[in-house]
C-alpha cells in the first residue's frame, strides 16, 4: 500500500489529521520509540499521546502485512493463469485480510474433495449446464451422457451428483456469499451451549453455561473466554444456531434467478453447500471474531490494571520489615532500609502447627528497635490474616507509632525463583527473597514489579486464555510507558528497570550498571555517551527520560532533553535566571507569568516544548506518583464479624473486572462492588469509575459467612 493511500486510511480511521498520521509513521520508520515521540516530538505529531501513536504503529505493521499478503495472493492466482482486471482491482480494494482470503479462497491449493474428484470425472460441464439454469429438458437424461465407466461414472444419478458437489463449492468459494452469510450470522444468530461433561470435584464453575444461549451480538467479552475456556476443558458443547431461512432464501434468490427445470436440484445443492462447507468455517469464523474481540477487551483491562498497579505511589524513607507469611516453614523477615538494601533476613514461626509465638514476637520487635523499622509489609498468600493479626498483637507492644500494610505479593513467589533473584542474592533461599520483595514493593512498587513477568502481577482477566504474544506485546508496551513516565535515575536503578527505558536493550542496560560500578556515581547525562553500545540513537532515544539526580547540571534530573537546554538555557537568561536558581520560589514566581506563545516565538521553539520546559522547571525531580493516595496502613485486624450490613469503609481497589471491581477491605478475601453498585445511573465498564489503586469508600452489602465472601457498593444507601 503507498504510503499516502496508508496515511488517510489510518487518518480516517483514528479520526486524526493526515499530517499528524504521516509524520508519526515518518517517525517510527527512523528507528525512534513510541514514548520518545509523544514526550520530545509534539510539535511534529500534532501533540499526539502514547496510546495514540501505539495505534498508528499497529494499524501500519497490519495495513503493511495486508499489502504483502496482497501481492502474494496476486502472484499466486497470476501464476494458474486466471487473474482477471476485476478480480486484481477486488483484491487490491480489499481493506482487511479476510477479504483478501475470501477472494483467493476459490483458486487455493485444496487437498482432495467431492468436487475435485468430480472434475477429474469430466463432470464440470454438467455442472456448467445446471448453472445455466435450463428453461427445459430432462436433467438426469442430459446426465446420462456423462456416464463413464472407466471414470468411475456408472449412472446418471452418479453424474448428476458429482455436478452437485462442483456447484457446491462453487457457491461456498463465492466471496460475496460468505461475507454476507458471515455478516448475517453475526446479526441474526444465537451462541448456544450445553454441558457435555461433568465438571471435576463437582465445582460447577460453568454452571451456567450448562443450558445457555443468547445473540451473538449481546454476549459479552468475558463471557465468550468463559465459554472458550469451558469448550477447551472439554466441559461444554458450543456452536452458533444461523438463521437458516434467511440464508437459505437469500441464496437461491443469488443463483435461481430465473425459472428453472432445475430449481429442485440447485435447492438441494445449496443446502449442502450451506450445511457441509459454509456453515462450519463461517461458523469457526464468526467464534475467532468474538474471541479477538474478547481477546482484545480482555488485554486492553489487564493492560490498564497493570499501568495503574505500576503507578501506584511509593513509600518513600522508610526501613520497612518485609512479611512472607507460611504456615509450617515459618514465616520469612526481610528488613530493607530506605533505599531497599538489605539489612536482614530472619525467620519465625506464629502460625501453626509450631506456633511460637512468644518466641515470634520478641524477634521481630527485636528487628523493629535494631533498625528503627517504620512500616511491616506482610503479603497476601497462605496464612496471611493469620500472620496479620500476629503483627497488630505484636506492633501494640511498640512504644511509638508503627504501622502494618498487606501487600499484593501476586509474581512474588515468580521472581524469587528467577536467576535475578538469585544473581542479586545467591546467599537466601526462594522465601527470603520474596519476603524482601514484599517489602521493596511498598517503597518503589515499579522498581520492584519491573522485575516480575507483568502476566504474574494478579490484575488480570482470563489472561490465560487470550493469545500469548498479543498479550505479552500488549504488556511490554505498558510496562514502558509507565517506567518513562515516571523516569530513572541512573545511578540507582537496576538492570530490570533500565531495560524499560525508551530505546535501551537488555544489554545497554546491563552495560549502564557496570559502567556505574566501574566508574563510580554518575555525575552527568554526557557521561552516559561513554556507556558500551550506547550509540547516538540509543543516547537520543533514552536520554530525558534518564535522571542524574545530585548531578553537575540541575537540568540532568529533570524530563528536558538535552536538545532543548540551549532553549532551557535562553529561557533562563530572558527571566534574568541562573541554573542554581531552579527550584527557588523566585525561579517559580517567574515561570508561573511567562506568556508560553510569546516566549515560543521568542525563543524560535515549539508551544508544547516550551511548555513541557516550563512544567519541568517548576518542579525538578518530580515523580508524578508522589501526586496519588497514599496507601491505606493499619494498626489492627477487621474480621469478617466486625461488619455490619450498612457499615462504612475505606478500602483499595486491587482488580478491576468486565463484572465489576474487587477492594481490599482488609479481609482475607477481597470485597466485591458489582458494576451495578458503582455510582447511581449507568455504567458502561468498571474502567470508567475505578483503577487500581484507587483508594474508595464503600458500603457493605451482603455478608456470606460460609464462602467467607463480602458485597460492597459505592453508593451510600438512602437513610
Known amino acids: 500500500m503507498e504510503t499516502s493511500l496508508m496515511t488517510k486510511t489510518i487518518a480516517d480511521e483514528l479520526q486524526l489529521k493526515q499530517g499528524q498520521v504521516g509524520q508519526t509513521i515518518t517517525l517510527l520508520d527512523e528507528g525512534n520509540t513510541v514514548p520518545f515521540i509523544a514526550r520530545y516530538r509534539k510539535e511534529m505529531t500534532g501533540q499526539l499521546d502514547e496510546t495514540q501513536i501505539r495505534s498508528i504503529e499497529e494499524r501500519v505493521r497490519y495495513l503493511r502485512n495486508l499489502s504483502v499478503r496482497k501481492e502474494e495472493v496476486l502472484r499466486l492466482i497470476d501464476e494458474q493463469g486466471k487473474l482477471t482486471d476485476e478480480l486484481s482491482q477486488s483484491i487490491q480494494q480489499a481493506t482487511k485480510l479476510q477479504e483478501v482470503e475470501d477472494l483467493y479462497r476459490p483458486y487455493k491449493q485444496k487437498r482432495r474433495t467431492r468436487a475435485t474428484v468430480a472434475k477429474e470425472k469430466g463432470l464440470q460441464p454438467l455442472a456448467d449446464h445446471v448453472l445455466a439454469l435450463p428453461a427445459d429438458g430432462d436433467l438426469l437424461a442430459e446426465a446420462a451422457r456423462y456416464i463413464d465407466f472407466e471414470k468411475g461414472v456408472e449412472t446418471a444419478e452418479e453424474a448428476l451428483q458429482g455436478a452437485m458437489d462442483i456447484i457446491a463449492e462453487h457457491v461456498s468459494d463465492d466471496a460475496d456469499v460468505r461475507k454476507w452469510i458471515r455478516v448475517r450470522t453475526y446479526e441474526k444468530g444465537t451462541l448456544v451451549t450445553e454441558q457435555k461433561e461433568a465438571e471435576k470435584d463437582g465445582k460447577n464453575v ?64 445449496l443446502d449442502d453447500a450451506y450445511k457441509r462447507l459454509i456453515a462450519p468455517s463461517i461458523e469457526r469464523e464468526v467464534r475467532a471474531q468474538l474471541t479477538d474481540v474478547a481477546e482484545e477487551r480482555a488485554i486492553h483491562i489487564f493492560a490498564e490494571n497493570l499501568r495503574n498497579l505500576l503507578l501506584q505511589p511509593p513509600v518513600k524513607g522508610k526501613v520497612v520489615l518485609g512479611v512472607d507469611p507460611a504456615y509450617r516453614t515459618g514465616c520469612k523477615l526481610a528488613v530493607v532500609d530506605e533505599t531497599g538494601k538489605l539489612l536482614e533476613v530472619a525467620v519465625i514461626y506464629p502460625t501453626p502447627p509450631v506456633s511460637k509465638v512468644e518466641e515470634a514476637k520478641r524477634k521481630m520487635l527485636e528487628l523493629i528497635d535494631r533498625y528503627k523499622a517504620e512500616l511491616v509489609a506482610i503479603g497476601n498468600g497462605t496464612a496471611s490474616r493469620e500472620t496479620e493479626q500476629f503483627v497488630a498483637d505484636t506492633l501494640k507492644d511498640v512504644k511509638r507509632e508503627i504501622f502494618y500494610i498487606i501487600v499484593n505479593e501476586a509474581g512474588a513467589s515468580v521472581y524469587s525463583a528467577s536467576p535475578l533473584a538469585k544473581d542479586e ?69 537496576s538492570p530490570s528497570l533500565l531495560q524499560y527505558v525508551s530505546g535501551v536493550s537488555k544489554q545497554v542496560a546491563a552495560n549502564i550498571v557496570k559502567f556505574r560500578e566501574e566508574n563510580g556515581r554518575i555525575s552527568g547525562r554526557q557521561q552516559l555517551k561513554k556507556v558500551p553500545r550506547l550509540g547516538a540513537k540509543t543516547y537520543e532515544q533514552c536520554i530525558g527520560f534518564l535522571r542524574v539526580m545530585e548531578g553537575d547540571n540541575p537540568l540532568d534530573k529533570t524530563p528536558i532533553h538535552p536538545e532543548s537546554y540551549e532553549a532551557t538555557y535562553k529561557l533562563l537568561e530572558a527571566l534574568d535566571l541562573k541554573s542554581s536558581d531552579i527550584g527557588t520560589e523566585a525561579c517559580r514566581e517567574k515561570l508561573q507569568k511567562v506568556d508560553v506563545a510569546a516566549m515560543a516565538e521568542a525563543l524560535e521553539i515549539g508551544r508544547p516544548t516550551l511548555a513541557d520546559i516550563i512544567e519541568s522547571l517548576l518542579r525538578p525531580g518530580r515523580d508524578p506518583r508522589d501526586e496519588l493516595p497514599k496507601p491505606i496502613l493499619h494498626q489492627d485486624v477487621l474480621k469478617l464479624t466486625d461488619l455490619g450490613k450498612g457499615m462504612k469503609l475505606q478500602g483499595t481497589v486491587r482488580n478491576v473486572v468486565d463484572f465489576g471491581a474487587f477492594v481490599d ?51 451510600e444507601p438512602v437513610g
Open 665 to 715: 477491605i482488609g479481609l482475607k478475601n477481597d470485597g466485591l462492588v458489582h458494576i451495578s453498585r458503582m455510582r447511581k445511573g449507568f455504567v458502561k465498564h468498571p474502567l470508567d469509575v475505578v483503577s487500581v489503586g484507587d483508594i474508595v469508600d464503600v458500603w457493605v452489602v451482603d455478608i456470606d459467612e460460609q464462602r467467607q465472601r463480602v458485597g460492597l457498593s459505592m453508593v
Open 206 to 269: 460453568y454452571q451456567m453455561y450448562y443450558t445457555y444461549s443468547e445473540p451473538l451480538k449481546k454476549v459479552v467479552p468475558h463471557r465468550v473466554l468463559a465459554i472458550n475456556r469451558g469448550e477447551n476443558e472439554g466441559i461444554l458443547k458450543v456452536s452458533i444456531d444461523a438463521p437458516l431461512e434467511e440464508i437459505r432464501s437469500y441464496m437461491q434468490r443469488s443463483l435461481i434467478k430465473r425459472p428453472t427445470v432445475a430449481r429442485e436440484v440447485l435447492e438441494h445443492t
Open 425 to 493: 542474592f545467591p546467599d537466601l533461599d526462594v522465601a527470603e527473597r520474596s519476603a524482601i520483595s514484599i517489602a521493596r514493593r511498598i517503597q518503589d512498587p515499579l522498581a520492584e514489579l519491573v522485575k516480575i513477568d507483568p502476566k504474574s502481577v494478579g490484575v488480570g482477566q482470563y489472561q490465560h486464555d487470550v493469545t500469548q504474544s498479543r498479550l505479552a506485546e500488549s504488556l511490554q508496551f505498558v510496562v514502558q510507558s509507565a517506567v518513562n513516565h515516571v523516569g530513572v535515575d541512573v545511578n540507582t536503578a
